[in-house]
Structure formats: C-alpha cells, structure tokens
C-alpha cells in the first residue's frame, strides 16, 4: 500500500461511523474558524463549501465505503486527545504521520513526495514538508473528506 494510502486508511477506517450513517443522518463538519458546522447528509457537498469547507464526492475515492463525507479533523482530533505528545498535525506532516503512528522519517516523506507528485527539490525538506502537508489534506478532501479550504493547496 502506498503511504497516502496508509494515511487515508488510517483516517476513513476510524471513521467506521461513517460507514452507518444512513441519508438523513446529519454529519458534523468544522467550519473556516474551526467550529462544529452540522448539515444534513443530503446537503453535506454544499454546506461544507458554504461553511467554508471541501468535501469531495465520495464515489470512486480511496473511502468508498462511506455513506456521508468524513470529518478529518474531528477524527485526527480525537486522535490527538489521546495521545500524551504535544503533536502540531494541523500544520505538521511529520507530527500528523506520527499521530497516525506512521513512519515520519525523511525517507518515508520523500516516498510521500513521490507519491504525490512534488516536482521542487526534495533536500530542502522545509519546503517539501510544507507542501506535503497541504498535499495529503488537499487529497483527503477529493477523497471524501472534509477539511478546511486553508489548510489545503
């Protein structure tokens, strides 16, 4: 499995939830400042972007056993509640691989890189980590995730 791969299976499979929710379910978002948003299930591709969100049609994604978009950040941030590390996931690819308990070595994210597509020099590693992080949201998004447009591409 590739390492998004990984990423996202790590993130859509603790959404189990996800996988229950029926039509009129109601699906919990996170606005542009952070806070919950709920919308219906069947207006959560178009409340999400008017709240300032992305959320991607789930069909033919990396999650398609999911019925509703899933809330990446209620998720990583469940995760992060749970760990003892002061981890910056948020903005961090290193510290988002490690609360996922993945491999966050220079090696691994320049495989990330590749995987991804990062066409700028992989030695500068600020830049890279920079750009992976909005990277893998940005693909979490098309992937049926919600994330915040701010912190994507």
Excluded: C, Y
Excluded at 20 to 30: E, G, I, K, L
Excluded at 123 to 152: C, F, R, Y
């Amino acid at each position: 499995m590739s390492i998004f791969g990984t990423i996202a299976a790590a993130i859509f499979g603790k959404s189990a939830h996800a996988e229950a929710v029926s039509a009129d379910a109601p699906v919990v978002a996170r606005g542009a400042d952070g806070a919950p948003v709920v919308v219906a299930a069947s207006t959560a591709t178009a409340a999400p972007a008017a709240a300032g969100m992305v959320a991607a049609p789930v069909a033919a994604t990396v999650n398609p056993a999911a019925k509703a978009p899933v809330d990446v950040m209620a998720i990583l941030d469940a995760l992060d509640d749970k760990t003892d590390e002061k981890l910056e996931w948020s903005s961090s690819i290193v510290d988002l691989m490690k609360l996922l308990k993945l491999d966050s070595s220079l090696t691994a994210r320049k495989t990330l890189a590749k995987e991804l597509g990062f066409t700028g020099d992989t030695k500068d590693s600020a830049t890279m980590n920079v750009w992976l992080h909005k990277a893998v949201m940005t693909k979490l998004a098309e992937n049926g995730g919600i994330v915040p447009k701010d912190l994507q591409h």
